[in-house]
């Protein structure tokens, strides 16, 4: 396997930490971003001149562009960009305030757009590159409790695949990497939670949130997996624009999109009554 430059936000804990332990393992030289001096020394401690850390705020947008100048410089041209630095939001959509609705965007969506935008005039001009992001299952599907945090990874759903449509022509791969359920923290301490305030939403919410609380430290996925999975993708000439990760994520994801499917086909007819007699076809 040819050696590469990985940069991935976020690899204190979690998905992040193990796709950067899986890229170093292969041996590849990673950049990742943390948030503190000690996060720093425990990721450069992993493989020391091989994994680089950087501290980094993703909703700093002048930060982010200038630490991918100063890697592309000091370390060298990146071939792997992975957006991964986000965090849930549990609440029902009525009793989760606005203002972290707008924090659950500026950080699962404005971080991740800042990073890839400041990586890909790089890749433009060498017209090679793969560039990542995390998204989750919950960008394919919707379940009650998460409407901020799936809001956020829809919508960069949406980003991604546009944009891998546009740099195509440059050589350039774009993924969205759609985990399910792993064994992170990402249903523990990183989780924010919104307060409860309305009783009208118990019967519906309280056991989903006590079971998510319940599987924390259980869930099915294996975090090194993923991470020897995202490197297998970073390695191939047609890697896919979508990574579904895990069985509960393929489940689910294929269970939501059934439904889809089904409204469109049920309501074609209706539909079709919105056009003029003529006109142009998108």
């Given at each position: 396997m040819q050696r590469q430059n990985w940069l991935i936000t976020g690899v204190s804990t979690g998905l992040g930490r193990a796709f950067a332990?899986?890229?170093?393992?292969?041996?590849?030289?990673?950049?990742?971003?943390?948030?503190?001096?000690?996060?720093?020394?425990?990721?450069?401690?992993?493989?020391?001149?091989?994994?680089?850390?950087?501290?980094?705020?993703?909703?700093?947008?002048?930060?982010?562009?200038?630490?991918?100048?100063?890697?592309?410089?000091?370390?060298?041209?990146?071939?792997?960009?992975?957006?991964?630095?986000g965090y849930g939001l549990e609440g029902t959509f009525e009793e989760t305030p606005l203002a972290e609705v707008r924090r659950q965007f500026e950080i699962n969506v404005f971080g991740a757009v800042a990073t890839l935008q400041a990586a890909l005039p790089h890749m433009r001009r060498r017209r090679r590159g793969h560039l990542m992001a995390v998204t989750s299952m919950g960008g394919l599907m919707a379940v009650p409790g998460m409407s901020a945090y799936c809001g956020s990874k829809f919508a960069l759903e949406g980003i991604l695949e546009?944009?891998?449509k546009e740099v195509a022509q440059f050589g350039i791969h774009v993924t969205a990497i759609e985990p399910g359920s792993f064994r992170t923290d990402w249903a523990g301490r990183s989780m924010t939670r919104a307060a409860r305030t309305i009783d009208d939403y118990d019967e519906l919410f309280d056991p989903i949130r006590e079971a998510r609380q319940k599987a924390n430290g259980n869930q099915?996925?294996?975090?090194?997996?993923?991470?020897?999975a995202v490197v297998r993708i970073a390695s191939v000439d047609q890697p896919p624009a979508h990574l579904v990760l895990g069985s509960d994520a393929l489940r689910l994801v294929t269970t939501a999109r059934t439904a889809v499917d089904e409204d469109i086909r049920a309501w074609e007819t209706l539909s079709r009554t919105t056009d003029f007699d003529e006109g142009a076809q998108l």
């Open positions: 332990q899986a890229a170093l393992a292969a041996g590849h030289t990673v950049v990742g971003t943390v948030r503190s001096e000690e996060d720093l020394r425990a990721f450069e401690g992993l493989n020391p001149g091989y994994a680089r850390g950087r501290i980094l705020d993703v909703t700093d947008d002048h930060a982010v562009s200038d630490v991918i100048t100063e890697v592309e410089r000091g370390v060298g041209p990146l071939d792997v960009v992975i957006a991964n630095a546009a944009l891998g099915l996925g294996n975090p090194a997996k993923a991470g020897e």
